[in-house]
């Protein structure tokens, strides 16, 4: 009795840790949302409250056609509702999106814990909680917060789904996955993916029929928001496209990139050359098979900032409004060298008004390997994993952390590392997964997802 006691208060701690944890730096972004809120508009977000301002105002999705083509409408739609409700101030949008990060934290513990147990649920909204990048983002006008969100609540619905053996619900997830790919194309490919993952789960743990339900239904709701934009686009602009978004990233980033780097000019003087071409996409193409050194290159170091997700310069504009550079820290960490980090953390400490940003630097490369570590050790714990099938739900959460911080590519930074932050959480939670009492060692020793 005295230890079931002392397990309760153990847990009771963990859970108070936990929320002070998550709510109390969260309100403080939410108060410097309205202090300063033009600390949280960086150059995109002109263009979302653009058309956030066309939906409230005329209903209808309209900008200049540029900025049209580029977006979808889930994020300026969350915008559009806020302030038609609260009012124009960006602090009441930096609240909505801080709201998100707590429901996310919440939808973390019940999927975590559905997989692994309490345990792994505390530590995945533990995890979460601990992350710069998703507290630091929310302060911003951007649209990863709200993608992150759609991500988590499609990831507990298919769980639940899977648990229950409810179709159900996992249509109900593919329905918020397909809203997430109207708040960031690049969730579009995760749609197979995790009808896929779904599949081989429901395998596992149905029987007959229901063995194909959750992919099915998972994969028709998904694709159900994501056919009726691309109608709306036929009908309105003679295309059945989802974004231009795609073509435009190729040209004016990727191929752009390559062409600077191999000819020692900015980006942005590599794509006004590009775009001075009578083709602009077929010269990318010319650009890209011409220089595949440079193109592997510009691509590695994107992959590389996305995958460190650090920020350090926008977060400390987000707290103080000033700026912040690394002086060579990042890339020195980037190119391996050992001795051009220690300078340049060495230069930067001394100086006050670059301490804060250093140290918010720090933080995010020591949380970044931190929950990769954990990841791999929630891997090696996977075979106790119960029910089997759910190892499945592991596997594809894994390829979607990989896909989507591999695709950005040359473009990659720390922002695009926001939506993959509660998956990660999920992954390094696996790390307290506990063996159960009845384990099938045999089958622990063959280590088999199905």
């Not at 936990?18 to 109390?24: K, P, S, W």
């Not at 619900?169 to 579009?188: D, M, N, Q, Y």
């Amino acid at each position: 009795m005295t230890a079931g006691r002392s397990a309760s208060r153990r847990r009771r701690v963990l859970q108070a840790a936990l929320i002070l944890t998550l709510v109390v730096p969260r309100l403080l972004l939410v108060g410097n949302g309205f202090a300063e809120p033009q600390r949280g508009l960086l150059t995109d977000s002109a263009g979302y409250l653009e058309l956030a301002d066309s939906l409230r105002l005329e209903g209808r999705f309209h900008a200049s056609e540029h900025e049209e083509s580029l977006r979808t409408p889930g994020y300026p739609a969350f915008l559009a509702l806020i302030q038609t409700m609260f009012g124009e101030d960006t602090g009441f949008l930096v609240a909505a999106q801080v709201l998100l990060t707590l429901l996310t934290a919440w939808l973390l513990f019940r999927t975590a814990r559905g997989l692994g147990g309490e345990r792994a649920g505390l530590a995945a909204a533990g995890l979460y909680a601990l992350s710069p990048n998703a507290l630091f983002w929310a302060g911003t006008i951007m649209s990863e917060t709200l993608f992150a969100f759609w991500l988590t609540l499609a990831l507990a619905l298919l769980v639940e789904g899977l648990l229950r053996q409810a179709w159900r619900w996992s249509a109900a997830g593919g329905l918020a996955l397909g809203l997430g790919v109207l708040t960031r194309p690049i969730g579009l490919y995760l749609a197979p993916l995790w009808a896929a993952g779904a599949l081989l789960a429901g395998w596992r743990l149905a029987e007959g029929r229901r063995r194909w339900a959750h992919a099915a239904a998972l994969l028709l709701a998904a694709l159900l928001p994501v056919l009726a934009w691309q109608t709306r686009n036929l009908l309105v602009h003679d295309s059945f496209r989802l974004t231009a978004s795609f073509r435009t990233v190729f040209v004016d980033y990727t191929a752009a990139s390559t062409l600077g780097d191999a000819l020692g000019i900015s980006r942005d003087e590599a794509a006004a050359q590009l775009q001075q071409s009578p083709d602009a996409f077929a010269a990318a193409l010319a650009v890209v098979r011409a220089y595949p050194g440079s193109l592997a290159r510009v691509a590695l170091q994107g992959i590389a900032r996305t995958a460190l997700g650090t920020e350090a310069g926008t977060w400390a504009g987000i707290l103080t409004g000033g700026g912040y550079a690394s002086s060579g820290l990042l890339e020195s960490l980037l190119r391996g060298d050992l001795g051009g980090i220690a300078e340049a953390l060495r230069l930067r400490l001394q100086a006050s008004e670059d301490r804060l940003g250093t140290e918010l630097l720090l933080w995010g490369m020591l949380y970044s390997a931190a929950v990769s570590l954990l990841g791999l050790l929630g891997l090696l714990r996977l075979r106790w994993m119960r029910p089997g099938g759910l190892r499945w739900v592991y596997a594809l959460v894994l390829l979607s952390v990989a896909y989507m911080i591999v695709l950005p590519l040359t473009i990659g930074d720390a922002r695009f590392r926001v939506p993959v932050e509660p998956l990660l959480a999920v992954l390094g939670a696996m790390a307290l997964l506990a063996r159960p009492a009845s384990a099938d060692l045999e089958g622990a020793r063959t280590g088999e997802l199905g």
